[in-house]
């Protein structure tokens, strides 16, 4: 069984700042890509930031140069640095992992639960 589990979200203020975190936890052999994914009401869920195994990020053009993946492969544990909010930028926020949970199996894709980030003007 895998299991991750976000944090850090809450309500902010436009021009704020906030953490997000997840972390991964169970029968892991090895996470390939994490990313971040949102969902504000009545639109589909878009990804936000993706970051592989060896380092290398993307993100979509409208948090460029705002917000910030990392991961600490040690803790199993993805974040996102998120500032200068929007209000737009409300809307649920997701983690997704891409886990081996044994060696030489191919990767399956695992979401958290989910965490609400609302940006007031």
């Known amino acids: 069984q895998v299991q991750l589990v976000e944090s850090g979200g809450g309500l902010v203020q436009a021009g704020g700042s906030l953490r997000l975190s997840c972390a991964a936890s169970g029968i892991i052999f090895s996470i390939n890509t994490m990313d971040w994914y949102r969902q504000a009401p009545g639109k589909q869920r878009e990804l936000v930031a993706s970051?592989?195994?060896?380092?290398?990020?993307g993100y979509a053009d409208s948090v460029k140069g705002r917000f910030t993946i990392s991961r600490d492969s040690a803790k199993n544990t993805v974040y996102l640095q998120m500032n200068n909010l929007k209000p737009e930028d409300t809307a649920v926020y997701y983690c997704n992992a891409n886990i081996q949970t044994v060696r030489l199996a191919v990767g399956k894709d695992y979401w958290g639960q989910g965490t609400q980030v609302t940006v007031s003007s």
């Open positions: 970051i592989s195994r060896g380092g290398s990020t």
